[in-house]
């Protein structure tokens, strides 16, 4: 790679890091900051919005009190006045307090007077059912003798959820003893949330428990954190984000939950702002990249590649005589004026060096001519050595191969037989001996001629070469006979095998000159140390065992052991 590329990869790779490192932190610390502020600005709005709704709640707490700390309720509960209940409990009443229920209770909690004001129709009606009971499990009424009574929340009836509150029914002056206790309500319908919206200005909902959404994750999760008592804001998705609140029944357990939605314009816009800033920020570095490649290329790298180029040029031309030149007063012309002494230095070293060559060459031209003579006995004494080892190799093959196989001779054989008897003393590992002999051999002769006896020879010797590995040894002992030495094996199973596999080799017929010639042959096999323990005795029970195998006919083999006991 070049120095030019090698820098700018260098650049590249260290502005690619250095970016990555921007975008991936800067992400990480302004989107997380963006989304505090986003969920900052969510909880002040839910905020707003429970504290509206609180403020219904605190209305109808203010209504509940007026009532109850008045000298006629108080009075009306103790004579229960038919009067009171004419001039108060008119549907007008009801009407433009925009309220359903108002219930009147003695001390010891049981209802002592109450109207239900139908809003929608207009008209008084029966008392729903469970609603007396709902509001009896509540426990609100319990020992209203005992405290001032004063309770805000949610009840769950079967018309729907009812807001009410609850207080005591004392004097004017907000003395007692407590005469009982008034309860107002009214259910919360579309118009008072429409009321809500209106007064947070943002899109809300209510869900009341318990709730299953089972394919809103979102929902979901805020109904498990706000039935604990707990607000709970989550994204809806890229443009809406929620805020999710309680709401309280009368004894300030949640009931139901308060959901408002805002728009994400605040992270979506802190989003775009750190897109914007990362573009900023990268297409600023890529030009200080290309400034700082730009001064590098120029100041140092084209300068540098100069002298380079100059100092490749000198070499090849090997011109040292030439010097290098450079602009500019740094480090780099410090550099260049050690090359240029160096090759100064080169240069008279060049010329003291070819003074000497060609004084050196005019001596060895003198040497050379002297020594004409030498060189001219020493070529003639190296022809003479390379003849004689050619007739030494000549020689060898003379004495340790048979002339008409090329199968090694009995002296060959004898030799390599002692050596392998002297390693079998110090290894312990045994091997055999194969006396091997054609059965028709003279008849061979006889019939076809000696010419022909010679080519069979040569057949047998091939086939051997065929079945015999390089560790054995197969030669040629006399006429027709051939001794094989088998390394490394013992055991009878697999001597059988090889006697097998041999005579199936050199029983294959041979063919020539339109003749036809096929015979058996007849193997005797000793075994070391079993058969004896020298050239001699191994070989001599081979052989016997040989002949007591050729009376058996045919292609056969017969151990030297076998034998001797027979003879025994």
């Known amino acids: 790679m070049?120095?030019?590329?090698?820098?700018?990869?260098?650049?590249?790779?260290?502005?690619?890091?250095?970016?990555?490192?921007?975008y991936f932190a800067?992400?990480?610390?302004?989107?997380?900051?963006?989304?505090?502020?986003?969920?900052?600005?969510?909880?002040?709005?839910?905020?707003r919005a429970t504290l509206a709704f609180r403020d219904m709640q605190h209305a109808l707490t203010l209504l509940s009190n007026d009532w109850g700390q008045w000298d006629d309720a108080y009075i009306f509960m103790r004579n229960k006045n038919s009067n009171f209940i004419k001039a108060n409990f008119e549907a007008n009443t009801f009407s433009n307090a925009k309220m359903n229920v108002i219930f009147i209770y003695d001390t010891k909690g049981k209802l002592f007077f109450g109207k239900y004001y139908d809003l929608v129709n207009k008209q008084f009606a029966s008392i729903p059912d469970d609603l007396l009971s709902n509001i009896q499990s509540t426990h609100i009424l319990s020992k209203l003798n005992e405290s001032n009574t004063n309770k805000v929340g949610l009840i769950k009836t079967s018309k729907g959820y009812l807001i009410l509150s609850v207080s005591s029914i004392l004097k004017s002056d907000g003395t007692g003893p407590i005469a009982g206790a008034i309860l107002m309500g009214y259910f919360l319908d579309k118009g008072h949330i429409e009321k809500l919206i209106k007064a947070v200005r943002l899109p809300m909902?209510?869900?009341?428990?318990?709730?299953?959404?089972?394919?809103n994750q979102v929902v979901n999760k805020a109904y498990r954190n706000t039935s604990n008592n707990q607000i709970y804001i989550s994204p809806s998705n890229k443009k809406i984000?929620?805020?999710?609140?309680?709401?309280?029944?009368?004894?300030?357990?949640?009931?139901?939950?308060?959901?408002?939605?805002?728009?994400?314009?605040?992270?979506?816009?802190?989003?775009?702002?750190?897109?914007?800033?990362?573009?900023?920020i990268l297409m600023l570095g890529f030009g200080v990249a290309l400034l700082i490649w730009y001064l590098l290329k120029v100041y140092v790298l084209d300068r540098l590649i100069s002298v380079s180029q100059q100092v490749i040029n000198i070499n090849k031309e090997a011109?040292?005589?030439?010097?290098?030149?450079?602009?500019?007063?740094?480090?780099?012309?410090?550099?260049?004026?050690?090359?240029?002494?160096?090759?100064?230095?080169?240069?008279?070293?060049?010329?003291?060096?070819?003074?000497?060559?060609?004084?050196?060459?005019?001596?060895?031209?003198?040497?050379?001519?002297?020594?004409k003579n030498l060189f001219s006995v020493i070529n003639?004494?190296?022809?003479?050595?390379?003849?004689?080892?050619?007739?030494?190799?000549?020689?060898?093959?003379?004495?340790?191969?048979?002339?008409?196989?090329?199968?090694?001779?009995?002296?060959?054989?004898?030799?390599?037989?002692?050596?392998?008897?002297?390693?079998?003393?110090n290894t312990g590992v045994g091997f055999v001996i194969m006396f091997l002999d054609s059965n028709k051999f003279k008849h061979i002769n006889d019939t076809y001629g000696h010419d022909m006896g010679d080519i069979f020879l040569k057949h047998v010797a091939n086939r051997l070469k065929l079945v015999v590995k390089d560790?054995?040894?197969?030669?040629?002992?006399?006429?027709?006979?051939?001794?094989?030495?088998?390394?490394?094996?013992?055991?009878?199973?697999?001597?059988?095998?090889?006697?097998?596999?041999?005579?199936?080799?050199?029983?294959?017929?041979?063919?020539?000159?339109?003749?036809t010639i096929s015979t058996s042959f007849s193997i005797g096999i000793s075994i070391y140390p079993e058969d004896g323990e020298t050239v001699e005795t191994l070989e001599h029970s081979a052989d016997v065992a040989m002949y007591y195998a050729k009376r058996q006919g045919n292609n056969s083999y017969r151990y030297a052991s076998e034998v001797e006991k027979e003879v025994e």
């Open 2 to 22: 070049k120095l030019r590329a090698k820098v700018l990869l260098i650049l590249a790779t260290a502005w690619a890091v250095i970016f990555m490192t921007l």
């Open 26 to 47: 800067s992400k990480a610390i302004l989107t997380a900051k963006f989304s505090r502020l986003e969920i900052q600005q969510v909880d002040s709005n839910l905020g």
């Open 205 to 215: 909902t209510f869900y009341y428990f318990p709730v299953d959404y089972s394919k």
């Open 241 to 280: 984000i929620s805020g999710f609140a309680p709401i309280l029944d009368v004894n300030q357990h949640p009931i139901a939950m308060l959901r408002i939605y805002d728009s994400r314009t605040l992270y979506n816009e802190g989003i775009k702002t750190i897109k914007y800033y990362l573009l900023t």
């Open 319 to 371: 011109q040292f005589s030439k010097r290098i030149t450079i602009s500019g007063k740094d480090e780099l012309n410090q550099m260049v004026d050690a090359l240029n002494l160096l090759m100064e230095l080169i240069e008279l070293t060049q010329d003291q060096l070819s003074s000497r060559l060609s004084q050196r060459t005019e001596k060895l031209e003198r040497l050379a001519h002297l020594n």
């Open 380 to 425: 003639q004494q190296k022809a003479t050595e390379f003849k004689m080892r050619k007739d030494e190799k000549t020689l060898r093959q003379m004495a340790y191969y048979d002339g008409l196989t090329g199968l090694p001779n009995r002296m060959f054989f004898n030799e390599m037989l002692e050596k392998t008897i002297k390693r079998a003393e």
């Open 471 to 515: 560790s054995d040894v197969a030669a040629r002992m006399a006429g027709d006979e051939f001794i094989i030495l088998i390394n490394n094996v013992k055991e009878k199973v697999i001597i059988d095998l090889i006697a097998e596999k041999i005579l199936a080799s050199v029983s294959v017929p041979m063919v020539e000159k339109d003749v």
